[in-house]
């Protein structure tokens, strides 16, 4: 496979396009990210965060975005479900490529499996480019691309966990899934735009042998001060799961939303040791579900989460899917569930901050949410399991927890 060009350098890439039709609510946040480095240290360079707070405004922005765009669109996604949704993306990406915009798209093979190539015809015709990641095959089924990014121009991206479909559009109270995500200003979007770059042009998914065994070039840390952007990958050491677990250790206030919860026993045993030691934790999990096997073996793990003093809530208005990880005075969002997926086999991100405002805004929006969840008592829970209840969360955990990262490391091999 020929490695695609490079996309052409931008020429304008602070251009303001804050003014642009589709910018809704939360004030931006703008860090001064001194000593920015991976390689190499980049010196007084800025981004700017801004919370998302549901997939409506999300989706709306990120149209808002593509529309704007002069120079280079890239957009990676886990799943695209054709309908009025991704109509409208797809007609906005066309219209891109027509004014001379520098055009990608990657879809996961298997998230997006419903979706025909042909789909893509006329943003090929136009001079855009478009890709399957890991293009669906049973000796490889289980490595996804489980990221979400928008990069326009190489100077605002979107992240989060909202996928391109009609089930995002909404609040996620009065109708849609619950999500959320955060628009990004700056030196991370033009880094996720290179990561883009990465997976585009590895997206056939061709591996060195024993990659199991290897730290993956593709596991990084972009770190600041007051920011730091993990890209996870399968392999060993995961950046994303070392700084989440580290964070989680040392933390006294922990707030966690999430739609997919199956951590690994070190994390469950941590979260009680905090609840235990007098510390608060909270979580709020789903109680509707677009994977009801996976809401099964999270409450297998609900006893004895409850019993160290962990508080654990459902949401109940709608399917939740949002990320959320609040430790103390960090904040983490993007992609990542915390469950094997996410922190074992998939590619994901996350972006870690602590400015006190961003961090505070978090809160106040897990607070919010927790008014609409009803909380799981102990004793009322342990009533309520059946026989086959019980047996069932017991062996959708042994498939999730156990099988599942098994069969993804052999096909990793």
Known sequence: MREPEKLRPIQSSRQDHSAAPGSLTGAWRTLSLHHLFRDNILMDSKSEFRWLLNGQIALAEMLAAIEAARVSIRLEMYIITAGPTAERFRQALVTACQRGVTVRVLADGLGSFGL?????????????????????????????????????????????????????????????????????????????????????????????????????????????????????????????????????????????MCAYFLPPWRMRRDLGRVAQRGGRVQLILPYKTDVPFARMAAQSCYRRLLVAGVEIY?????????????????????????????????YELLVR???????????????????????????????SRTVWERVMGRFAFLVLARIDPYIAMRQFE
């Not at 700056?186 to 735009?193: I, K, P, V, Y």
């Open 116 to 256: 025909p190539d042909s789909y893509w015809n006329d943003l090929r015709a136009g001079g855009g480019e478009f890709r399957w990641f890991n293009p669906v095959s049973l000796m490889r089924l289980s490595i996804r691309d489980h990221r979400k990014i928008l990069v326009c121009d190489d100077s605002v991206a979107f992240i989060g966990g909202f996928n391109i479909a009609g089930e995002y559009e909404g609040d996620g109270v009065q109708s849609g899934w619950r999500d959320l995500g955060m628009s990004i200003r700056g030196l991370l979007a033009r880094e996720l735009a290179e990561a883009f770059d990465e997976m585009f042009a590895g997206a056939e998914f061709k591996h060195k042998p024993f990659m199991r065994l290897r730290h993956s070039d593709r596991q990084k840390t972009i770190q600041a001060p007051e920011a730091r952007l993990f890209l996870g990958a399968p392999g060993r050491n995961n950046p994303l799961k070392r700084s989440l677990r580290q964070d989680l250790k040392h933390a006294s206030n922990i707030q966690i």
């Open 314 to 346: 459902e949401y109940e208005p709608q399917i939740l899917h949002a990320k959320l990880f609040l430790m103390d005075g960090i904040a983490y969002a993007g992609s990542a569930n915390l469950d094997s997926r996410s922190l074992n086999i998939n």
């Open 353 to 383: 901050l602590t400015d006190p405002a961003l961090t505070q805004e978090a809160r106040e929006l897990f607070d919010r949410d927790l008014k609409l969840c009803r909380k799981i008592e102990l004793e009322s829970f342990r009533r």
